[in-house]
């Protein structure tokens, strides 16, 4: 009898799947939150008696154990027991130390491993599956959802995957997955599932939408990070809040409900899994987590907690572009206007009128710096038409010169 504790996400979940195309009903399989795992394998050790099976096999998926059960683990394996670890979280590569554990971050052709890819490869190796293109698409969709490679590959069938899945019991995706995989010549996804999908899809829209006027900024350690509770679609909610906000380090979704802190980033210069790893946490470069402990409650809810959401850029203007070296019009708390131009190759800015002592090489530098650390945001037209005819008011009253004030607009666009 083989024996399969995995994670309950999809990357998890997959590997069940993959086991129970390989193994049928020769296969028990548990799905464990990052917690959970520790008293499954500690009750699984406790009541296994190796008289009495001294074939079984316990698999473990996706998930590392505590430094307690992994001596047990290794007490058990030393005494006949056969146990296999698979994982891809660089944060579980000390587990490689025994003969039972395999923790692979990247596979031999470059390419980022999950779970369930790197189980697939282990049970084609050994015997136990037999490799086809059903199978390698659904294995490839799975990886390419759980690296947070499917953005670059263009490929949104794997999120879609991973949608389906939270639509769905874990049982009901389990089984579908499965029939599917052994009856199937190619993956696909069925008539009233690409119906469904659709429609999350709208509402992972609207979500996301009222999100983004909910977030906030603030600096944490050395990173600039920004804050926003949610309980839903966190891979898809950071993802868009990281490139609407890329001047932020890294996106932290706090869930309350579930006491879990998600960390996601879209840079490759930033390894959220080391912050992870700070409060007992760990994962991905680019996606980690950990439980919302006191600590992490005081520096990501409690110290931030009076600050006001980042304001929007605006994003229908014509006539106050961003990049523009004639002068890039921000706002920011307090009713300051901030002013970025180009002059002889340096990006300069104003605020309020007055010039700052500081260059930058390039508009992105500037209006990074200035997004980090004063919270600017893209003024709106009418505050830029505003400041300019401002500007040639007073250049033009020091003249004696001065359009009539029903002119004063139309002419100002004339000359924009």
Not at 53 to 70: G, W
Not at 126 to 146: A, I, M, W
Not at 223 to 237: F, K, R
Request: hydrophobic share 35%; aromatic share 12%.
């Amino acid at each position: 009898m083989y024996h399969l504790y995995s994670h309950n996400d999809l990357d998890g979940v997959g590997c069940g799947i993959i086991a129970k195309c390989a193994f049928g009903d020769g296969v028990d399989v548990r799905y464990n939150t990052i917690n959970g795992l520790n008293q499954q394998v500690a009750r699984y050790l406790n009541r296994f008696s190796l008289e009495e099976h001294p074939y079984d096999m316990l698999f473990i998926t996706d998930l590392s154990v505590a430094p307690d059960i992994e001596k047990q683990l290794n007490l058990f394996v030393e005494e006949g027991g056969q146990v296999q670890l698979i994982d891809h979280h660089k944060t579980a590569l000390h587990l490689n130390d025994y003969m039972w554990g395999q923790v692979t971050v990247t596979h031999r052709d470059g390419r980022l491993a999950s779970a369930t890819s790197l189980l697939y490869e282990y049970l084609i190796q050994h015997g136990h599956l037999s490799q086809s293109e059903s199978l390698d698409q659904f294995v490839e969709l799975v990886r390419l959802y759980d690296t947070w490679e499917w953005e670059e590959a263009e490929k949104p069938e794997a999120k879609r995957l991973n949608d389906l899945f939270y639509m769905l019991s874990i049982d009901e995706f389990e089984s579908k997955m499965v029939e599917r995989l052994r009856s199937a010549e190619e993956f696909y996804f069925d008539e009233f599932e690409e119906k469904i999908l659709d429609m999350e899809e709208d509402k992972i829209g609207r979500y996301i939408r009222r999100k983004q006027r909910e977030i906030i900024q603030t600096f944490i350690d050395e990173y600039c990070v920004g804050i926003v509770y949610a309980e839903s679609y966190h891979s898809e909610l950071a993802s868009e809040l990281g490139t609407i906000y890329p001047h932020l380090d890294y996106i932290a979704i706090l869930n309350m409900g579930g006491r879990k802190l998600s960390l996601r980033t879209i840079h490759d210069h930033v390894d959220v899994s080391e912050v992870a790893m700070r409060y007992g946490g760990g994962g991905h470069s680019k996606a980690s987590g950990c439980t919302i402990t006191e600590e992490v409650y005081r520096l990501f809810a409690a110290e931030p907690f009076e600050l006001e959401p980042i304001r929007l850029d605006a994003h229908r203007n014509q006539f106050n572009l961003k990049g523009s070296e004639s002068g890039v019009l921000y706002e920011s708390w307090g009713e300051d206007l901030v002013f970025v131009y180009c002059r002889s190759g340096e990006w300069i800015v104003e605020w309020n009128g007055e010039e700052l002592p500081f260059r930058f090489g390039s508009f992105d530098e500037a209006e990074r710096h200035l997004k980090r650390q004063y919270g600017v945001w893209l003024a709106r037209d009418d505050a830029f038409v505003r400041m300019l005819k401002d500007q040639l008011m007073q250049r033009r009253s020091g003249e004696r010169l001065a359009l009539s004030t029903d002119m004063e607009e139309e002419k100002l666009l004339e000359e924009l």
